[in-house]
């Protein structure tokens, strides 16, 4: 063997140990470097962690905190009903003012027991509707155990009347209240406008003249066509055509005696329920018409008494109508006041409108713009300008004040898209 050979591969071999120790330590080095570096940043991270509990503290008060703004961005703002699952797009309260029934988009009818305005959360009854649309307007009938219900869908809108909506809690033996049964259907019409939806409905208790005190409910559909139905008994009382293009809305007065539409047009129609000496409803005709406005009427109202309609219109007025007039002798209705909706815009106009029990201040909605007006002067009393976070669906007075902590307060409930219903209370005649 040629001894160069062992001298050559101990050679590489010492080389390559040497190589070894050299780049062993090296990294090594290298590592130590980016431990110190990495440590730092890790002792940093540490240091941050318990600025994390408190972050989520903030988060977990931020609810609260919108609650609290929900409540307090207007003074006027008492309370917020929730738990709705979708848009809400009726509301109205009983007679005596004790309940409000909405109708939700989620396909359930809610009715609230109102013992106070301001309460934390109020006891609610829950009515599944059937299946095939969900409730879009809501009526009480009679009294607050009665309620009326119209639903919709593509082949069209439905009518049902619920009894045993509020029943006395009954103590059976051993002291503990009974079990209260669910509201049950008492009578239905189906596809009662053909193929259309319904707008609004709206009833009251016929008190006019001979009538016997039955509750008579209207309700318009988006076409022409406005039916006149018994409360208690379903049954149709009578059929009116505005021939106006399309209805915006129709109202029944407070006692009963007439119904007016807003339509395509600029002109208001009027027509009187006729009662017969039974107090039965013996026909509905054509009364009078509301001429002055020069575009369409968009919602109107009737005072408490039913002796003057409030109309608002596109083109930018409001209108107070006397209507208590002879009209069998052509008597014309005569505009009492014209007023300009106080609203910026090219075209301003009001959505809904909704009168005080005591007939002195007008609510009335745009967009999610929700207006108080003196109807004595026309002046503004208040306004909320995001009163909901979306577009206002109904609006509508109690009837009588309500309890608020120790006073008893007029309150205005609307309701919304947003899924929300709100309570509002009455502003000052003095604020103007």
Sequence with gaps: MDPVLPIAVLSVLIGAVLALAFFGSYFRKRSSEVESISKPELHADQKKQPAKPAQNKKSHAKPHSDKDHNKKHHPLDVNTLKGHGDSVDGLCFSPDGRSLATACADGVVRVFKLDDASSKSFKFLKINTPVGGPPVAVSFSDDASSLVVASQNL????????????????????????????????????????????????????????????????????????????GKTGKNLGHVDTNQLKNNMAAISPNGRFIAAAAFTADVKVWEIVYSKDGSVKEVSKAMQLKGHKSAVTWLCFTPDSEQIITASKDGSIRIWNINVRYHMDEDPKTLKVFPIPLGGASPHYDRLSLSPDGKILAATHGSTLQWLCVETGEVLDTADKAHEDFITCIAWAPQAMPMGDKKVLILATASVDKKVKFWAAPSLNAS
Excluded: R
């Design 155 to 230: 082949s069209g809108a439905s009518l049902y009347m619920y009894g045993g909506v509020e029943k006395p809690k009954i103590s059976n033996e051993s002291g503990q209240p009974s079990k209260v049964p669910l509201p049950e259907i008492k009578w239905e019409h189906h596809k009662i406008h053909e193929k259309l939806g319904i707008l609004t409905l709206f009833g009251t208790t016929a008190s006019y003249g001979t009538a016997d005190g039955s509750a008579i409910i209207a309700s318009c559909s988006e076409g022409t066509d406005i039916i006149i139905w018994h």
